[in-house]
Each structure stands twice: as C-alpha cells, then as structure tokens.
C-alpha cells in the first residue's frame, strides 16, 4: 500500500521498478553492469594508486585525471549498487528522502564529470599553445581552485532539484520505472504542476553540458590551429598524440548523454523505455569503466609506472622461489 503523509502527499518511499518489459531477464542484464562496475571500481582505484604514489604522474594533466577518477568512483557507485540489489534480491524499495539524496550526488557527479573534461581540455589547450607557460599558468593552487568551482557549480546548480521534487503532491503512485531516482522519473509521479521541474532541468543542462561543450570545442579547435601550424609531421602527431585518451573520454561521455537527452525529446514514443533506462546506466558506468583503461593504454607515463610496478613483482616472486 502506498502510505502518504496527509500534511504534504508525500510518500514514505518509493519502489524502483528497475527496467519495465525485461523482469525476467534482468538477472543477465546484471552480469555486464557488474563485471563494468567492478572493473570501474579497480580501475579508477588503481589510477588514484599510481597518481598518488608515482613522482612522475605529480603533473597538471594527472591532478586532473585524479578528479575524472574519484568523480567516476562517486557517480558509479550513487546507483549501480542499487541497480544491482533490484536485479539479485528485488530489493526494490527506497525512502523518499534516501531518493533525493542518490537524486542529488547522481545529478551533481554528471555535472562535475562534465566540468572536469572542460577543465582537461583547457589543459591540453595550454600545454600545446603555450607549452612555455604552462607550468606557471597550472600551479597547485589553481588546480585547486578549479576542481573547487566544477564540483560547487555542479551542488549549487543540483541543490534546486531536491527542493523542486520536494514540494510537489505525489497522488500518482509510488511506482518509479528506473534503477535509480533520475529527477523527471520522480517527478512524473506527483500530480502536481511538473513544468518549473523541467524547465529548470532543460536549464541546467544546458548551463552544464551547453557550456562545458562549448569551452571544449572552442580548446580543441585552437589545439588543431596550432598542432597544423607545426613543421614537422612527427611533431604534429607527438602534439596531438596527448590528447587522444581526453578526446576517448569525451566520447565515452557524451556519446551516452546525447542520446538520452535527444531521445527523451524527440524519440519519446518510438523508442520503449527500457532501452531508455539502459542507456541512463550506461552513461553512469561506461565513462568510469573505460577512462582508467583509455588512460592505461593511451598515456605513455601511466603505462610505464604499471610495466614497473607488474616487472617488480614478478621479480620479487622470482626472488622468493
């Protein structure tokens, strides 16, 4: 029975339906999104590792890919777990407040992503236009600082939805159909006026990725000025070869997001639902399981330190035997 507080139409808690038209085989479903989330869980762990310990990676560009991976690490774990309980042991049901908290750090973590490929790609920009003044303009301070404004723009710009959702009346239900409580899927449960909820929604997507996109655009398009400008062909590929694991993360990130927001608006009736709800996961597991492994294989340094570290263990063992 859906238990309602009189005072407001609240529910005490809502039931997260997981994905409509495939219950019978979401058991399957969990073996990719857990097997992703695993290898996103010691992927980014292990980036964090030889980030923090490794002398050579103690540079912009890495201090950078340490906030892409805790980001990664918090936005994963906000509602794959969940997922993974309604999949195994139809542990379905959430406290209403317990939604707008997993609401909140799923929205502002998104956000962050977002904001911390910007600031890579104002990176790259300055490493390979101004490689003389690169070191002065990336200090430790303004790392800092910029990490600070991505991760307090993406609260200060989220913070609204919880309020938003909270005042509404629920009437229609407590019955969500998603993994996770995404802001518009709870909001289509109150039978209250919704049009302020998505307005702003549409708002702060575009504030966020309208922005971040642009910055990154507007870098990348500069880097390809000055990469053409060069002389020589090999160092035009040695300029560029920087920043293929950023552009991989870029696709992995926003390829997933496009398509929900572009199908959400425009695909609504001709696209089911589920294959909705899979996408939404998608854009919260892809990017964190592959970054560590773009990174791995694409930047030469972060390869060294692993062939090192995997080269000495293999030599202690061989030692001990």
């Not at 762990?45 to 201090?63: N, Q, T």
């Not at 991505?150 to 609260?155: D, E």
Request: with cysteine.
């Amino acid at each position: 029975m859906l238990k309602l507080n009189k005072t407001n139409l609240h529910p005490t808690s809502f039931i997260l339906n997981g994905i409509p038209g495939l219950e019978d085989i979401q058991i399957w479903i969990s073996l990719p999104f857990c097997s992703m989330y695993v290898m996103a869980m010691m992927g980014n762990c292990g980036l964090l590792y030889l980030i923090r310990y490794e002398d050579s990676l103690h540079k912009p560009m890495y201090y950078f890919l340490a906030m892409l991976s805790l980001t990664d690490l918090v936005m994963c774990s906000s509602t794959i777990p969940k997922a993974l309980c309604i999949f195994w042991f139809h542990l379905t049901k959430i406290g209403f407040d317990e939604c707008l908290v997993q609401m909140f750090f799923t929205h502002t973590f998104t956000g962050m992503e977002s904001g911390v490929l910007m600031l890579m790609a104002l990176d790259r920009y300055v490493a390979i236009c101004y490689p003389l003044r690169y070191s002065t303009i990336f200090t430790n301070p303004v790392i800092a600082k910029g990490g600070l404004v991505t991760f307090l723009r993406g609260v200060l710009l989220v913070i609204p939805f919880t309020f938003l959702t909270k005042r509404l009346p629920y009437c229609r239900g407590n019955i969500i159909y998603h993994t996770f409580c995404d802001h518009m899927s709870v909001a289509k449960l109150s039978c209250g006026n919704v049009k302020i909820n998505a307005i702003y929604g549409l708002m702060v997507a575009l504030l966020i990725g309208g922005f971040d996109i642009l910055c990154i655009t507007i870098s990348y398009t500069m880097i390809l000025r000055a990469v053409v400008s060069l002389s020589s062909a090999d160092a035009q590929q040695k300029a560029f070869s920087t920043c293929t694991a950023h552009i991989c993360a870029i696709v992995f990130s926003y390829s997933p997001a496009f398509f929900s927001f572009f199908s959400h608006r425009f695909g609504g009736h001709t696209i089911p639902p589920s294959c909705h709800i899979i996408m939404a996961n998608i854009y919260v597991l892809l990017p964190p399981t592959m970054n560590p492994i773009v990174y791995g294989v694409k930047t030469k340094q972060i390869r060294d330190c692993i062939i090192r570290i995997l080269s000495g263990s293999k030599n202690i063992k061989s030692h001990s035997i």
